[in-house]
């Protein structure tokens, strides 16, 4: 049962209900395959865990986004056990610091059962938190003014982890508390070694009853994800441990999460994981998903026999290892190409157009993806180092970049100041979601000066009309903004004779716009051809979100509008006057006197109508092809 929301309209239509997912059928085929498995035995040493049946079997996945799929008995309680020993571990960490902790309690796998009295020699310390002598020593450690106290924190976060509140199971806390001599023995060597400072009885309890935490196999799942989530419930966004422990307790649940068979389960699975006498798997793929599972039979390790099982086989069947090689650090490149190749929706003229075709190579844009840690970095800044000598404009689209680590950051904002002795210029995208880089990047680069090295832009557009203004500037082909051009030099009227424009010039119309003036409106009747004499005019389109999208900007000398004169249409989009605009309009009517009595201007006026459009569609084809790479 996977929990995705259902269409509006009759709820229970098969047609309006979403098909199953292949993750659910995938988990179903899992639990067919595993559940016949008789292997294990119900812990009994507690007697009241006795009374789980053999039979009961989940299998969860959480994602770090927060879907959750769910088969078998998922929402059979049972209790928590040693897999609270991890979720002690962290928030021991949080009340007390990685230091006062490490004085307690050791990092190293024992390669003994899970209730070994493995203590170091001198110091007394348990080896790691994951066995039971330092589970104790952990519970020992969590702060609160009282026992009461204690114990709400711990259920606090427990539920926090799990995304609903938590209660003990009484029956098998007092079942626990009345057999745990073994424990109690623990506790007293641990007293014995000032581990514990004080009667080893109060941690013991307090141990007791968070073993007796009572939760589902949907539970586990969630808590795994919250760890693969960086210690934030991704059901709830509440945070369950913070971020700077939580790296500490993955370690531990890898190298002693599974006791004495932790090397042959990092070996065939190889994800931090935590396991527990009541029959729970808690095993984690960091960054990407929890997986939980229930199946009481244990194997001799204390470890759920189908449990291991399912485990073995999904991290198999979907390379869920986590040492598995990631898909190389390349991979944060997901596209490049320069400005010659690929332009804004600024439409150059021909003299523009043939500069940037030349020169444009000069600016280079990078369109980044997923997380940038040192390796990703590197290949990034391999790629700037080498085409430094060649560039002046480096463009950095951070619109599909998760996460910008620190450490790497810092590697970038020194290619910034680089490029700036340089005299070369960095333009970052899409950052906004980068906001701790951005304002690291103030900061290092405090000066006006330096921060004259790097640009930012809402999105790729601007930054290409940004670097072709900069790489034009300077340039004949140039026209300026507000230059006025007569009839006879628009692009229009390429070919025709003086006589010939001024026939059109008797046909034409004048009209002049002031800035953000809209010249035409979406959906108004397309009955008249503007061709801009002075003045830059931009066509935008209404996004979903309310918001306008350039398509393009236009200057003296091109046109728009040309649908009128194909075929009778209604407007597209809306086109506005960005500046002091003076057009001259030829309508439909115009035109077709035209073609009555000048058919050959028309049929000019429409070659380099058509002309035009020519020179637009292999552009736009040439973009295509150079993002398709
Ligand atoms: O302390 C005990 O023995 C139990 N409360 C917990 C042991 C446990 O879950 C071991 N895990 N596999």
């Known amino acids: 049962m996977a929990t995705v929301p259902l269409p509006a309209g009759e709820p229970d239509s098969p047609a309006l209900r979403p098909i199953q997912s292949p993750i659910l059928t995938y988990l179903e085929s899992l639990h067919e395959k595993f559940h016949p498995v008789r292997d294990g035995a119900v812990a009994d040493y507690i007697p009241e865990l006795s009374k789980a049946s053999p039979d009961w079997f989940a299998i969860c996945i959480a994602t770090t986004d927060g879907r959750v799929y769910e088969v078998g008995d998922s929402r059979q309680s049972f209790t928590i056990q040693s897999i609270s020993k991890a979720l002690t571990y962290g928030l021991a960490l949080e009340d007390n610091g990685h230091a006062a902790v490490l004085a307690k309690i050791g990092v190293e796998p024992t ?34 003014r009282s026992q009461e106290d204690k114990l709400a924190r711990l259920l606090g976060v427990y539920s926090l982890y799990a995304g609903r509140e938590l209660t003990i199971n009484d029956d098998v806390y007092s079942s626990e508390r009345d057999t745990g001599h073994r424990n109690r023995a623990i506790g007293h060597m641990l007293r014995n070694f000032d581990i514990l400072e004080g009667d080893p009885e109060p941690p013991l309890d307090l141990y007791f009853r968070q073993c007796s935490i009572e939760i ?33 307790v993955l370690s531990l649940m890898t190298t002693c999460g599974m006791y ?31 997986i939980g599972v229930f199946s009481p039979p244990l194997d001799a390790h204390g470890n759920s026999t189908r449990g291991v099982m399912v485990c073995e086989q999904m991290s198999r069947d979907f390379n869920l290892h986590c040492l598995r090689v990631a898909r190389s650090s390349r991979a944060v490149l997901r596209a490049e190409y320069s400005a010659a190749s690929v332009s804004s929706k600024r439409v150059r003229t021909e003299g523009e157009r043939r500069v940037l075709d030349e020169i444009g190579r000069r600016a280079r844009i990078y369109e980044l ?19 430094s000598p060649h560039i002046d404009y480096a463009v950095i689209d951070l619109k ?15 290619l910034v100041l680089r490029f700036g002795e340089n005299g070369k210029t960095v333009a970052f995208i899409n950052a906004q ?15 006006p000066e330096l921060q004259a090295h790097y640009v930012t832009f809402a999105d790729l557009d601007p930054a290409l009309e940004f670097c072709e203004d900069a790489l034009l500037a300077g340039q004949q082909s140039v026209v300026a903004a507000d230059a006025e051009i007569d009839l006879r030099d628009h692009s229009l009227c390429r070919g025709l004779t003086d006589d010939e424009v001024d026939v059109l010039r008797g046909l034409v119309t004048r009209s002049s716009y002031r800035a953000g003036e809209f010249i035409v409106h979406k959906g108004q009747e397309a009955n008249e051809v503007f061709l801009v004499l002075k003045g830059e005019v931009s066509v935008m ?6 918001q306008q ?21 209604v407007r597209t989009a809306d086109v506005r006057a960005d500046n002091a605009v003076l057009c001259n309009v030829i309508s439909t009517d115009a035109f077709e006197t035209l073609s009555r009595l000048h058919p050959h201007i028309q049929i000019a006026l429409l070659r380099n109508l058509l002309r035009n459009l020519a020179r637009m569609v292999s552009r736009l084809n040439q973009e295509v092809a150079t993002l398709a790479e």
Request: net charge negative; hydrophobic share 45%.
């Open 369 to 387: 993806q997923g997380d940038l840690g040192f390796s990703a970095m590197e290949t990034l800044l391999s790629k700037l180092v080498s085409a």
């Open 433 to 447: 979601r980068q906001s701790h880089f951005l304002r690291a990047l103030e900061e290092c680069l405090g000066t």
């Open 111 to 144: 390669g003994d059962a899970f209730n070994s009295i493995s203590l170091a020699p001198d110091s007394g310390c348990p080896l790691n938190p994951m066995i039971n002598a330092g589970a104790i020593a952990a519970t020992s450690l969590v702060a609160g």
């Open 260 to 290: 004495d068979s932790a090397g042959a389960w990092v070996y065939s699975v190889g994800m931090p994981a935590k396991s527990g006498v009541g029959g729970g798997i808690l095993a984690v793929l960091p960054g990407q998903l929890g």
């Open 216 to 248: 589902q196999c949907r539970d586990l799942s969630i808590m795994a994800a919250t760890l693969a989530n960086g210690g934030v419930n991704p059901c709830t966004g509440e945070r369950a441990l913070h971020a700077n422990y939580v790296e500490s």
């Open 400 to 414: 599909r970049v998760s996460l910008i680590e620190k450490p790497s950051a810092q590697l970038l904002i020194d």
């Open 549 to 569: 999208k350039r398509l393009s900007t236009l200057s003296a000398g091109m046109a728009f509008g040309e649908l009128a004169v194909i075929q009778p249409s």
């Open 541 to 546: 389109i209404d996004l979903a979100n309310g």
